[in-house]
């Protein structure tokens, strides 16, 4: 009977085993065949780019239906499913390419339902405007309910047109960033975390030992709110050729509470039903009816662009997308991995010239250095330009301050020129709510000091503390040379500070505002031509695909991890850090 047991098992584990491979081959054949067919565009056509269907990213990636079984999901019962994602150089490539070509009539935008973060939107409304600019072709936006960042990005339109159904609803009430603080829950529960840090303005390890915002993070938080709504505000009044402060006090006032207020006030063109829509639509196409339009996915136009080259002489843009980790991982900016990508770059002679593209929040100082290292060899030999996406702080900021120019979004976070460590101790977790007795027998007598099971005495805290002074001074020095400021003056900017790019431009973080596209055209001319259509623009690393990210997923890689795991395994880890934690996202 023992034996039948075990031949059962072990067939119904073959079972499972054979079955989990040919499920991965499945979605990879799948994949394949999907990549391997392109579109087929009609002849004549409009350009829809709905921002509900994907998210605009670092890089076009293709959507993950893994999302939902990753460990987090598992664990906590969300879903995590990954919408595709249009890399921001592919989505301003596209558009400049539909002001260009014939069979595009113009441009029909959908903000409503945006899955992009204001500094994407930031870059593709500058590629908007350039289409309007440029093509003499209008762009025509509709809208049901928006909020503040679709408004943003849907204000940049000739037209904009709004439902006159009831429930619409304007729900444009400013920018806003809310902070969450698990000290008080996690002393509840007997965690008590110490905070060693070098920087007032240091407030990522604040959420983990306080339950509300210190002074200097409020205050810093309170000018990155209002620079980010200088820019966007700025940008909404002089498109609709209102005053700012009328913009200012129609917010305040909750003056835009119905879609006729909207009209009423200047911000939208017109009310419309479906039979109206489709009419203005029907006639800016050029058609006898609206069924004769031809509609243009835009990420199926994006696909369509996306056609191999034979140009050999290479721009390289390099993505440090994600946090900055140590050793090869796939899903972060990986030490080690990523100093072999620019070792690689580095040594390809058709390599020409270099965009650092950093959206980070930083990470380990010593994956930072490691890629610091590698991208200072990279730079002696070939010209290397940053350009700054949503986020470019601390770690971010530490391996790329030093590029020959430095291109920053209006609303890039960056800065954050601080230090901090974080010692969690467990020990009254486990005696009064696990009920787990903890004795430490160590040849030394701070053998167990990253034991979690003790505070740290005050010797021990020096000792972290002298460390953090060290890496500080490390990170001073590093920007005072590679920006060439006196390094009190980066001490007196820093202090952990986080600036937005606006405002980084008044103090010589960063060198001038512009979009990644901006970076490039600056690398092209230092490499010696600066006409884009005599390169071969070449991303690097590779993104991943949806089986390659499920088995990244599998091997503990951290692509779908929500915001309750990722606390859970910074708290496990102590190191010293050099990054930010919260960021500010307008929907």
């Given at each position: ?11 119904l ?15 990879g ?58 890399g ?25 339902g945006?899955?992009s ?106 000018r ?27 917010i305040?006032?909750?003056e ?26 029907t ?16 990420a ?17 843009v ?7 980790v ?20 580095r040594?390809?002679?058709t ?6 593209r ?10 930072s ?26 770690g971010g ?38 009920h ?8 030394h007598?701070h ?12 010797a ?38 986080v ?89």
């Open positions: 009977m023992k034996d039948f047991i075990k031949m059962v098992l072990a067939v584990c073959g079972l499972f085993i054979a079955g989990f491979i040919a499920f991965i081959l499945f979605f054949m799948i994949g394949s065949l999907a990549a391997g067919s392109k579109p087929v565009l009609p002849r004549s056509g409009v350009l829809t780019l709905n921002l509900g269907k994907f998210a605009l990213g670092e890089q076009t990636q293709e959507a993950d239906p893994f999302g939902s079984l990753s460990p987090a999901s598992l664990l906590t019962g969300a879903s995590s499913s990954v919408p595709a994602t249009i921001i150089w592919d989505a301003v490539q596209a558009i400049n390419a539909a002001a260009e070509d014939p069979a595009v009539k113009y441009i029909f935008l959908r903000a409503d945006n899955l973060g204001v500094t994407q939107l930031e870059e593709l409304r500058t590629a908007l405007k350039h289409f309007r600019a440029t093509s003499g072709k209008p762009v025509v936006a509709y809208l049901e309910s928006f909020s503040t960042g679709e408004y943003y990005i849907a204000s940049v339109a000739d037209k904009i047109y709004m439902t006159s159904h009831l429930g619409a609803e304007p729900m444009m009430y400013g920018v806003g960033s809310q902070m969450f603080f698990f000290g008080d829950l996690l002393k509840k529960f007997g965690v008590n975390v110490q905070l060693i840090r070098h920087g007032k303005y240091k407030s990522a390890g604040e959420m983990y030992t306080r339950g509300n915002a210190s002074p200097e993070n409020r205050e810093q938080y309170q990155m709110i209002d620079s980010i709504w200088e820019t966007i505000g700025d940008e909404i009044a002089a498109s609709r050729d209102i005053e700012r402060a009328r913009l200012d006090a129609l305040n006032g909750l835009l509470r119905l879609p006729q207020d909207c009209v009423d006030n200047g911000l939208v063109d017109a009310l419309v039903d479906r039979q109206a829509l489709e009419d203005k639509l006639s800016l196409a050029v058609a006898d009816e609206y069924k004769d339009i031809k509609w243009i996915d835009f199926d136009y994006v696909e369509a662009r996306n056609l191999p080259t034979k140009i050999r002489q290479k721009i390289a390099v993505y440090a997308d994600g946090e900055i140590n050793g090869s991982a796939k899903s972060d900016v990986a030490g080690n991995r990523f100093a072999a990508i620019l070792a690689k770059v040594a390809d002679s390599v020409k010239a270099v965009v650092l950093v959206n980070s929040p930083g990470g380990s100082v010593q994956a250095e490691v890629i610091k290292d590698e991208l200072d060899r990279l730079q002696a030999v070939k010209p290397v330009v940053a350009s700054y996406g949503s986020t470019a702080a601390s900021y530490w391996i790329s301050n030093n590029c020959e120019k430095i291109f920053s979004n209006a609303t890039t976070l960056t800065g954050s020129i601080g230090v901090f460590g974080l010692v969690p101790d467990l020990s009254k977790t486990a005696r009064e709510f696990a787990v007795g903890v004795e430490s027998v160590t040849s007598k053998g167990d000091i990253m034991g979690m099971m003790r505070p740290l005495d005050a021990e805290y020096g000792y972290m503390l002298t460390g953090i002074e060290a890496v500080y001074d490390r990170f001073t020095t590093i920007v005072s040379e590679g920006r060439g400021i006196p390094k009190a003056t980066v001490d007196a900017i820093g202090q952990g500070r600036w937005t790019g606006a405002d980084a431009l008044g103090i010589n973080l960063v060198d001038e505002i512009g979009t990644l596209e901006d970076a490039i055209h600056y690398a092209a001319a230092a490499a010696g031509d600066p006409d884009l259509d005599s390169w071969n623009i070449k991303g690097y690393p590779a993104p991943m695909g949806a089986s390659e990210r499920f088995l990244d997923m599998l091997s503990g890689g951290k692509g779908n991890e929500n915001a309750m795991v990722a606390t859970l395994r910074k708290l496990s880890s102590p190191q010293v850090y050099a990054r930010m934690d919260n960021d500010i996202r307008i929907k």
